[in-house]
């Protein structure tokens, strides 16, 4: 990604603690995740029908979400692109 390429944002929907830090961490100068920024919808306000957390969710193009988190919501994803689970990668 170059410099006057647009920034990604990522909307996070996970209960993994330090998942967040570990993405930070990883989103160093030269890395693939340097210009991404990183929205977190709680998966406890999406639960309790949130109107913020709703919004959020409707307007993300990447997710990355623990399945069952994400799942009930789907329908709700008009700008969906890419969805990652966090229960993939490495083990």
């Given at each position: ?17 330090g ?51 994400i ?21």
């Amino acid at each position: 990604m170059t410099a006057a390429a647009a920034a990604a944002t990522v909307t996070v929907v996970s209960r993994i603690g330090g998942l967040l830090d570990e993405l930070k961490a990883h989103a160093v100068p030269g890395s693939s995740l340097a210009n991404v920024a990183f929205n977190v919808v709680p998966p406890e306000a999406l639960a309790v029908g949130d109107p913020t957390a709703i919004a959020d969710l409707a307007a993300a193009a990447i997710v990355l979400a623990d399945p069952p988190a994400i799942a009930p919501f789907l329908d709700r994803c008009p700008a969906l692109r890419w969805l990652h689970s966090t229960y993939a990668g490495r083990c």
